[in-house]
């Protein structure tokens, strides 16, 4: 600088002194620039103190300067690429994203050849989430060839990651890894785009080759700040592979600059981020909702994705209108498909969905948001048949059920089936009806309060039977789901004779806790009280059933471990009318009867030959009470041997059950995918026992769901003596189109 005071210095002088000052001395150059621009005029030395003081993070400086040039009429810098990408990044340092964007696109139009230029354009409007815009630039520089210059490659992946289109951007990661290297910071965020294109498999390996890269090199011993990226990913990475005590080992860690006074902007913004990771990937909303309260205002861009899953968590609706409305464009489409859910925007969050899955039709959580929201909604059509056998009774059931929106938020349904049966055993269970028919229809009504459903049933089988049920379902906190139940008349399948011959009025609640994304609760008390179809009362029951369950993965395949158990108490004191329910008499015990009256010949014969199920009923009133009075053992035998047909034993049931994909029994999907369920069951009444589920589901024409399965069980698995069977085929056909 004292050289530089003495005026004998020439221009080329100012350029060997600054490159004798090296990177070792970068505000001494900086100075010396300024003083070469001011003493000649050199509009290129003037640059050069910019890109100095723009590498040393000087933003004061920087200010300075570009308010000279400003003032300075004689310093035209118009067609000048550099001095306007210099400048954006000025601009989007201290957060002043209009300018910076207006200054980005001058660079690039001046220079629309220079990769370096329009890649950090790239990188901006990544940043920024400008997807429109985005979109223009990676299509121009798509017309003109330039996207196999490896300059675009990084950029191209992580635009291609946010705009949805995983496959595109694992095509771009994997180049950019196998030119650059493979740095860590590039595999965790290959892993992420190939774990989006539905390549979990995949995604682990990388992640694991990464963590090992980083075990082998960590990120130093000391730490200071700023923080380096890899640290900070190396939390996350730990969030994502090793959710247990090394990630939040790790998070704690990063955690340490929160009791430090002088912080890094760039990494505590990453560091909410990933503090949000770890608190929401644990069901701690509260504190992922606290933390970015406390951290507003002091951080320079806020973790979109983890206020709106925060706000959808406690329900802050305010909040989630203002993200929808404000900053859509910023948050992942899953994100965004929630917060539109959370609010009732079904429609909205059905239009996400589709958008989506035209982006990438290979995306499996799309299709699982398709099936929650858009089809959710659909008017479809069930077509249904399934063979069935409990025990000797055996059936084919035959099904149909429309269902389809009248208004928004409120459903019609209306079904038709028939059964047609028989007993393979007429001595334990005779004179079942050959046919079951039935008839129904049905209003869903989806509120603020909850969900609602009210339906009425016609069933002709032993006798005809008006059944009607009412369901309300809520959500009572997150987490937390209660549904009550109650019905009149409707269908008993406690035994196989209730099944055919009986009814049950009912009360029920189910509530559901999760503890977390893997650890659930599920209880469900009920009380019943049974009849036979022609109204006679048999008697009360008390049921509680209840699952305790574990998922070991969360995505398909979604192998759970449960442990379930039943338990039934039974209570007979009804008046059963055995002339008027004949039919519903086992037939072995009349014909014990018979026989003992034609035997003793006290009674005669022709009352004794009346004694069965179709004659029993034309018995006089006297012919009864003389059967009764001469017989009372025997009649009592009968009368006890039709009640305890009809209302089981007390039972309690065990099962410790695994499998997984058994939300595709109803669920859309796409691809074919098979489900699998299998218990060991105990039970006081049948001892050891099992029950299996083995089924497929997928779409044949695309809107629309089909499935397959065997489900078997004997012993403790139910309640019926032998074996349970059913072969169950369902299409449903879904004509609403969005």
């Known amino acids: 600088r004292r050289l530089a005071a003495g005026g004998n210095l020439s221009r080329d002088d100012y350029s060997r002194l600054l490159f004798l000052l090296g990177e070792s001395q970068q505000e001494e150059a900086a100075a010396l620039a300024e003083l070469a621009y001011r003493k000649f005029g050199d509009g290129e030395m003037l640059l050069r103190a910019l ?51 207006a200054d980005f696109r001058r660079a690039a139009s001046i220079a629309p050849g220079d990769a370096s230029t329009v890649s950090a354009m790239l990188w901006f409007l990544i940043d920024t989430h400008d997807h429109p815009a985005l979109r223009e630039v990676m ?28 496959a595109r951007a694992v095509a771009y990661y994997a180049r950019q890894l196998k030119e650059g290297g493979q740095d860590f910071l590039w595999l965790v965020n290959y892993a992420d785009a190939l774990e989006q294109d539905n390549q979990a498999g995949m995604a682990w390996r990388v992640r694991r080759h990464a963590w090992l890269q980083l075990r082998r090199n960590p990120p130093g011993a000391a730490v200071a700040l700023p923080f380096t990226p890899d640290m900070l990913a190396a939390a996350r990475l730990a969030t994502l592979a090793y959710p247990h005590d090394p990630g939040l080992a790790l998070v704690r860690s990063v955690l340490r600059q929160d009791r430090l006074v002088k912080r890094d902007a760039a990494a505590d913004r990453l560091t909410s981020e990933l503090v949000l990771g770890w608190a929401i990937s644990n069901e701690q909303h509260a504190s992922a909702r606290a933390w970015l309260w406390r951290r507003y205002g002091q951080t320079l861009s806020r973790p979109l994705w983890g206020d709106a899953m925060a706000a959808v968590a406690e329900n802050d609706t305010e909040r989630l209108d203002r993200l ?58 069930d077509f249904e048949m399934r063979r069935e056998q409990f025990g000797p009774l055996h059936g084919i059931v035959q099904s149909t059920q429309v269902e389809a929106s009248i208004v928004p938020n409120l459903r019609l349904v209306v079904e038709l089936g028939q059964t047609r049966q028989a007993s393979s055993d007429s001595a334990i269970l005779g004179n079942v009806p050959a046919t079951e028919r039935a008839a129904g229809v049905a209003l869903k009504m989806h509120g603020s309060l909850g969900d609602t459903e009210i ?63 893997r650890e659930y609760l599920r209880l469900q008390p009920s009380f019943a009280r049974y009849f036979t179809q022609n109204g006679d009362f048999l008697g009360s029951g008390n049921h509680l059933a209840w699952e305790l369950g574990y998922r070991i993965r969360t995505e398909y395949p979604d192998w759970a471990l449960r442990f379930t158990g039943i338990h039934t108490r ?13 039919a519903l008499i086992p037939p072995q015990l009349l014909d014990e009867l018979r026989a003992r009256c034609l035997q003793d010949g006290t009674l005669p014969a022709a009352t004794c030959n009346q004694i069965t199920s179709d004659a029993l009923g034309q018995l006089s009133a006297s012919q009864v009470g003389d059967l009764r009075n001469t017989y009372p053992e025997l009649y009592n035998q009968v009368y ?3 009640s305890g047909s009809l209302l089981p034993a007390d039972a309690n049931v065990y099962g410790l059950c695994f499998g997984f994909g058994g939300a595709y029994q109803r669920a859309y999907t796409q691809a074919w995918r098979p489900y699998f369920d299998y218990c060991a069951t105990r039970s006081n009444q049948g001892g050891q026992g099992y029950s299996a589920l083995l089924g497929i589901a997928g779409s ?39």
């Open 139 to 166: 299509a121009q520089v798509i017309a003109r060839g330039d996207q196999q210059n490896p300059v675009y490659w990084g950029a191209f992946a992580a635009a291609y990651q946010v705009l949805g289109q995983p």
């Open 324 to 381: 929808i409305a404000e900053q859509a464009d910023g948050m992942p489409i899953y994100n965004r498909s929630d917060a539109a859910r959370a609010l009732d925007q079904i429609r909205h969050a059905q239009s996400i969905v589709f958008d989506g899955l035209a982006v990438n039709p290979s995306d499996d959580e799309a299709h699982l948001r398709l099936s929650a929201d858009a089809l959710a909604t659909a008017g479809h059509v």
């Open 570 to 582: 039974f209570k007979r004191d009804g008046s059963l009318d055995l002339q008027k329910n004949a």
């Open 455 to 517: 339906g009425l049933r016609r069933r002709r089988e032993f006798g005809a039977t008006a059944e009607l049920r009412l369901t309300h379902a809520l959500e009572l906190i997150p987490g937390v789901n209660l549904q009550f139940g109650a019905e009149r008349h409707a269908a008993a399948t406690e035994s196989n004779p209730l099944r055919v011959f009986g009814m049950r009025d009912q009360i029920d609640a189910t509530l559901l806790y999760a503890f977390s994304k």
């Open 700 to 738: 044949i024409a695309g809107h629309d769901h089909f499935t397959v399965y065997l489900n078997q069980g004997i012993g403790g698995a139910n309640f019926a003596n032998g074996l349970a069977r059913e072969v169950t085929m369902r299409y449903r056909y879904y004509f609403d189109r969005y």
């Open 51 to 101: 890109e100095i003081h723009a590498a040393r993070n000087d933003l004061l400086a920087q200010k300075r300067l570009f308010e000279h040039i400003a003032a300075e009429r004689e310093a035209d810098f118009s067609g000048t690429a550099r001095f306007y990408l210099m400048r954006a990044q000025y601009h989007r340092a201290v957060g002043a994203l209009p300018p910076a964007r």
């Open 640 to 642: 006890d041997g039709t």
